[in-house]
């Protein structure tokens, strides 16, 4: 190639070059390749960060000369020029303190100063005081909240959930979150990286070996577990990603990284990845028993309907295991499949992806811990399309340590799923089955899902689906959204019939959200 002047446009004029593209055997030009230096950065991004009164927003680490860290300094180690615009401080607040990811993702939309992500990555974080999730933040525009299907372009961060007692805070133990700075600005970088595409780096799951060295995608639970009164946390951040995430920021394509591009968990160092899954990196724990069982009394389920399975989680050593605190589809460490009748599989994980501080759990010897989970859709569509028996797998994994394979249990069930009674259960499973936001109010609630809403009124309508439903509409209606206040008559109506089919953890939130169970 050889150095020349640039063509009009280029920013850098003197740093341009040309050369033909030569054949090795023949020798014949086949093309003429133009490269010319465009930025000293590998991509700009803009961060535009809102707060309601009385939450701060992150903008630096709370140190000033030797170890200040900065949106500027952190960006400055990635290579990303970046444009952080501190706009709106008073955001009113739909709820309370505390935000749900529906409410944060609606506000993004009514809030954001601009939205044309073919002309700036500009990513939305929100600043409130406490979150639905007990979250230090959350990634909220993905999956089951992203209802304008542009994903991965909010954020929160929660300014007054309170640390805890524990030594790996150090001096900052048992204090608001929004004065502790430099954790408070890593929990924004961590759910950033999130909405960069990125996953945990700490526990596995991301396919690669864990590293645990306190960089931006390390949960900060996990980082606080491993951190001492002699290291603290925050004061032990590395204020940088790890090498892999680095890499992975400034070649992936751009399509991995951009707001608006392919949706979260879905981005890769291969694409489709080009060798299954290394199974060396796991292990099966022997002395731990996973159960699980269907709902009692509902083995069989009629077609359209949710599938609600119990599992226990059993230490049959006679010493204590560590395990996960959470082995509910809220957690990472919860995924499986559904094999129906024709052999077909679907797999199911949780829809939701944040940073909270949640330390393992020691089961003691002989001591379970039971959750129950509430099946309908996963990322392949409905899990129980057809009528026959379903296979259902469920596989917990967790990192016990730097350089260890995960462990993992193993449990499975069979369901039997029953065919249409008459026209207008078929109706209404058609409805269900062909609706995938059925399934985000089934989780989630909230009004704004239309058609989901539908789906699942003409299910309540239906004598057959109308129990395995009740209590979905119920918590539905038991929530504010927007100018409707809760119904709380409307869902004792739902329940009143006393055959409302709920596992435990529906009936908890029922009762929490004041209905009669």
């Not at 129906?340 to 811990?369: H, I, M, N, W």
């Amino acid at each position: 190639m050889t150095w020349m002047t640039a063509p009009s446009g280029y920013p850098n004029p003197n740093e341009y070059a040309e050369g033909d593209v030569v054949l090795d055997k023949t020798g014949a030009v086949t093309g003429r390749l133009k490269m010319g230096r465009v930025s000293d950065f590998y991509r700009k991004i803009t961060v535009e960060i809102d707060s309601v009164t009385g939450s701060e927003k992150p903008l630096d680490n709370g140190i000033n000369g030797i170890g200040h860290e900065d949106w500027s300094t952190v960006f400055g180690r990635v290579g990303f020029d970046v444009k952080v615009v501190p706009s709106d401080s008073n955001i009113d607040e739909p709820s309370g303190d505390s935000w749900s990811r529906v409410e944060a993702h609606q506000k993004m939309l009514e809030k954001r100063d601009s939205n044309d992500v073919d002309a700036e990555w500009r990513y939305y974080m929100l600043a409130t005081k406490l979150n639905d999730d007990n979250a230090f933040g959350v990634m909220f525009d993905n999956s089951a909240t992203d209802s304008d299907n542009v994903p991965r372009q909010g954020l929160q961060v929660s300014s007054h959930v309170v640390t805890s007692s524990s030594p790996g805070w150090g001096a900052f133990k048992n204090m608001r979150y929004g004065t502790v700075k430099g954790a408070y600005l890593r929990t924004a970088l961590h759910e950033l990286g999130h909405a960069f595409g990125l996953l945990h780096n700490d526990d596995g799951f991301d396919g690669e070996a864990p590293v645990l060295d306190n960089s931006f995608m390390n949960q900060t639970g996990n980082a606080v577990g491993r951190s001492t009164a002699a290291s603290p946390f925050p004061d032990n951040i590395k204020w940088n990603h790890a090498d892999r995430n680095l890499y992975q920021l400034r070649h992936w394509p751009d399509v991995f990284v951009r707001p608006g591009g392919v949706d979260f968990g879905l981005a890769s160092n291969q694409n489709p990845p080009i060798s299954p899954v290394d199974t060396d990196k796991e292990f099966e724990v022997p002395d731990l028993e996973l159960t699980v069982e269907p709902l009692e009394g509902h083995a069989e389920v009629p077609l359209g309907a949710p599938v609600r399975i119990n599992l226990t989680l059993t230490n049959k050593a006679e010493i204590p295991v560590t395990v996960p605190a959470d082995i509910s589809l809220k957690s990472d460490y919860t995924t499986g499949t559904v094999t129906d009748p024709t052999g077909k599989t679907r797999g199911f994980q949780s829809l939701f992806y944040f940073d909270r501080a949640e330390e393992p759990k020691v089961l003691e010897a002989g001591q379970s811990t039971s959750t129950s989970l509430t099946l309908l859709r996963g990322g392949q569509g409905a899990l129980f399309p057809v009528s026959g028996v379903h296979k259902v797998n469920i596989k917990l994994s967790w990192c016990t340590g730097d350089g260890l394979p995960l462990s993992i249990v193993i449990g499975s069930v069979t369901v039997m799923v029953t065919p249409p009674l008459d026209k207008s259960h078929a109706a209404a499973a058609h409805k269900l089955l062909t609706t995938p936001d059925a399934h985000l109010v089934l989780v989630l609630g909230g009004d704004y899902l239309q058609d989901g809403v539908e789906a699942i009124k003409q299910a309540i309508k239906d004598k057959t689906l109308r129990p395995h439903f009740a209590g979905t509409e119920a918590k539905r209606l038991l929530k504010k959204a927007f100018d409707r206040r809760p119904d709380i008559e409307g869902a004792s109506t739902l329940l009143s019939d006393g055959d409302a089919v709920l596992s435990n953890e529906e009936k908890e939130k029922l009762k929490k959200l004041g209905a009669t169970v």
